[in-house]
């Protein structure tokens, strides 16, 4: 199985890995991709380099053995659609199942994303949900999950793709956001960060500003 974690990551967090881990340890995978985003098609430019997002995440999974980077989508000309990685990924392995591991706020807005219906076809979604989220969901996204949720672990790894499953699990309530806009104001937030991160930003000075 082929698991692949995409977002800005701007910055990442404990809980984008809690998610990661989560979903290793219950769909039992042997590694999952974290892949950044270059030029998000349904949220601002990141106010960072990528290099700097890219060293952040590779300081972040340093100690975890099932965690990758995929660069692909910062290698890739003009905007980042997801449906691009997942047509590569599909040609690069035309038989085993692949798994876009999302949030629930991107779950709630995916009908609003380049040639959707075909993502979901090309991989399973697999959603983890933060505290207090509930779905809000399009008629078109409504018709989807009926006919797409599945709950069995059996079915994500024996079908290739076309499977929607909601995953379980401890979650940590933290958004990148909500980080950029403390460290603009000049706050903590190392109990939020992992360690190296943490110290990535303090040493780089970055999120002081807008810019």
């Known amino acids: 199985m082929i698991a692949v974690f995409g977002g800005t990551f701007d910055p990442v967090h404990l809980g984008h890995l809690n998610m ?9 995978l042997v590694q999952l991709r974290f892949m950044p985003c270059a030029i998000p098609a349904h949220k ?5 380099s990528n290099a700097h997002r890219v060293a952040m995440l590779a300081a972040a999974i340093a ?13 890739r000309q003009g905007p980042s659609y997801s449906l691009l990685s997942f047509q590569e990924l599909r040609h690069e392995h035309p038989n085993e199942p692949i798994v876009f591991l ?7 807005s995916l009908d609003r994303w380049y040639e959707w219906q075909v993502i979901t ?6 959603v983890y949900q933060r505290p207090n989220q509930t779905t809000n969901l399009s008629a078109q996204l409504q018709h989807y999950q009926r006919n797409a949720q599945t709950t069995s672990l059996e079915v ?9 499953y909601f995953l379980p699990g401890q979650v940590i309530d933290v958004a990148s956001s909500e980080i950029r806009q403390k460290l603009k104001k000049g706050q903590s937030c ?6 190296a991160v943490s110290h990535y930003i303090d040493s780089h000075e970055l999120y ?4």
């Not at 999302?102 to 709630?108: A, K, P, T, V």
């Not at 002081?208 to 810019?211: G, I, K």
Request: hydrophobic share 40%; net charge negative; proline share 5%.
């Open 20 to 28: 990661a881990q989560q979903c290793v340890e219950h769909l039992k």
């Open 44 to 48: 601002a430019q990141p106010g960072i």
């Open 63 to 75: 100690d975890f053995p099932s965690f990758s980077l995929d660069l692909r989508e910062l290698k």
């Open 102 to 108: 999302i949030g629930l706020d991107s779950f709630n």
């Open 121 to 126: 076809q090309l991989c399973h979604i697999v």
């Open 156 to 164: 994500l790894h024996t079908e290739r793709a076309g499977k929607l």
């Open 190 to 195: 190392r109990e939020l960060l992992p360690a």
């Open 208 to 211: 002081l500003s807008d810019e």
